[in-house]
């Protein structure tokens, strides 16, 4: 029984195969358009998830779309209708393609599969639930979905049991914590649904100062995590704006320009923003816990991604386990609709061992093999050297060590927002000047945001303070003591981005300004190629931690193909590209010739 998931329209598009309630394959539509975040029809996902299954389309069983496309467009008729004449423009913008696609996707299903089958239409917040609880490793658990909006819930929970997932309460439109933190996110100049992160990442150079102001003000919150936000400061329901001008008054100034300097407010903004966000999670969490009776959460939704409230919720929330989808975002909408179909819709049979999920690491994406890899190099004529299994570990080891910056390419490509060992930049985690380097001439992105850790499974407790496994990167720890500097006096006196200047650890390249490190744990039955060579790391030069950071550059998605990650090599100052077994070094690369080449080839027509 072949099921496909889709989502699409919004953001950040997807497909997933499920065959017989196992996840053959899942990727984000961005992979192989290299447009981030792509909120179209998920056409070349969906070719990549049937060529892995071997099937057409004419051979799936069933198909399931994460939302309702009727419901969602009577919610905003009736918010556009509330508020006229007031939004027109607004209007406008969003309506063809509504007109043209949105409200006929099963038809453009059927016609772009040549599929004739059933088709299934659960709603959004049922699709997150699905995609928490299903994959988790639990066999009865609590559910609680965050994120913007889906038709008209902002935020569910309820329970998953054996093959079931059962909503027993929701938060409506336009009260969203989601479209809260994205507010905020368009105020400090960053762009929605794309740096909410960034806002994350900001928040620990500042002071909580602003944290009241949103509570009185913005926030209406109840003790048992249910709010009202004041309406009159936000401009997402009918304007093209996320904030209003009562918004900007209450805050002291308009929105900060995109690009322009960050000043100490914008730093305190982030930091009251992410403390009221942890605190509306964690009154959620004690109520979900009380009315549901259970020991464990799954939790799904675009604030689920927000890993700094996570790892408080695991440190001091109510329940016992966490398990976090790693596509938390509307991608993983995509699978969590085929597993309903699978499960409650045709009445599976679910098993779970309580131990281990059934997400496979994540890595659900293309993979490339040798053949194509070399098919590839030869073609091009790209200087490489080929390593057998037995040299990987200790050659890249030894570069790391050497301060290198080393692009890691092998197997199947993550399913997902983050990499996770297989579409990777890794470096030396204890070198203090490695995250400024990495930031600047790799990623071309913002100096003040982190990298995260990838630390072997079984020594994580001695460098962090978690005593559980984080193989997907969505819980944040504090930096274990014994690792830790105290700063000096002169030191803790240091504001905003000074704060970079400081090495706070035996680690320093992934220690935030707060001792914090959003980490992911390595196991070698996930990845034992990725955990043989961090392991040879620790073996040789005495530390089983390394950076790693997304393959990518700033705008552009996390690399899918071969010919993808040797652009981004060679456009940045990356030192090595490990590509499958090949190993190339930049110093014996010949230079582009110019972007246009590359743009040519792969970007869509």
Known sequence: ??????????????????????????????????????????????????????????????????????????????????????????????????????????????????????????????????????????????????????????????????????????????????????????????????????????APYGEPKYRDKILTELIDLKKDGSFKLNMKYFNYCTGLTMTSKAFDRLFGGPTRPPE?????????????????????????????????????????????????????????????????????????????????????????ARKADGRHDSQKGSYLGPEFGEGYITDYLERKGIPSRQLSEEEIPGTVADLIADQKVVGWYRGRMEFGPRALGNRSIIGDARSPEMQRTINLKIKFRESFRPFAPTVLAERVSDYFDIDRESPYMLLVAQVAERVSRKMTEDEQNLTGLEKLRVVRSDIPA??????????????????????????????????PVIINTSFNVRGEPIVCSPENAYLCFMRTDMDYLLLGNFLLDKREQEPLADDSDWRQEFELD
């Open 260 to 348: 322009t300097d960050l000043t100490q407010k914008h730093m305190d903004l982030a930091r009251s923003l992410q403390d009221v966000t942890e605190e509306v999670m964690m009154r959620m969490a004690r109520h979900v816990h009380r009315e549901t009776g259970k020991k464990d959460l799954c939790l799904a939704g675009g604030v689920a991604l927000n890993c700094v409230g996570n790892g408080k919720l695991l440190r001091e929330g109510p329940f016992d386990r966490i398990w976090i989808q790693p596509a938390a975002g509307d991608a993983g909408g995509a699978l969590g609709a085929a597993l309903l179909g699978w499960y409650q819709y045709l009445g599976n």
């Open 1 to 202: 029984m072949d099921i496909l998931g889709i989502s699409a329209f919004y953001h950040d598009s997807a497909a997933c195969l499920v065959r017989d309630g196992d996840i053959v394959a899942a990727a984000q539509e961005e992979r192989f358009t290299r447009r981030k975040h792509d909120h179209s029809f998920p056409a070349r996902a969906i070719e990549y998830c049937l060529d892995e299954g071997g099937i057409a389309g004419g051979d799936i069983d069933l198909v399931a779309f994460y939302d309702k496309p009727f419901l969602k467009f009577e919610r905003i008729l009736e918010t556009y209708l509330a508020g006229a004449p007031s939004g027109i423009g607004s209007f406008i913008r969003s309506m063809p393609l509504w007109v043209k696609k949105k409200l006929w996707i099963k038809d453009l299903i059927r016609k772009e599969l040549s599929y004739e089958g059933k088709i299934l239409f659960p709603e959004h917040h049922e699709s997150h639930a699905a995609s928490a609880f299903f994959p988790s490793p639990f066999e009865e658990a609590a559910f609680l979905t965050i994120d913007g909006v889906g038709e008209w819930a902002t935020a569910s929970y309820g329970t998953g049991e054996d093959n079931r997932v059962k909503i027993m309460a929701e938060i409506h439109f336009p009260h969203s914590l989601g479209l809260l933190y994205s507010a905020f996110t368009y105020y400090l100049g960053f762009k929605v649904n794309s740096g909410e992160y960034k806002v994350m990442g900001l």
């Open 510 to 543: 992934i220690t935030h300004v707060d001792y914090s490190a959003r980490l992911q744990t390595v196991n070698a039955v996930d990845n034992p190629m990725y955990h043989r060579m961090i392991a040879e790391f620790e073996r040789r030069h005495g530390c």
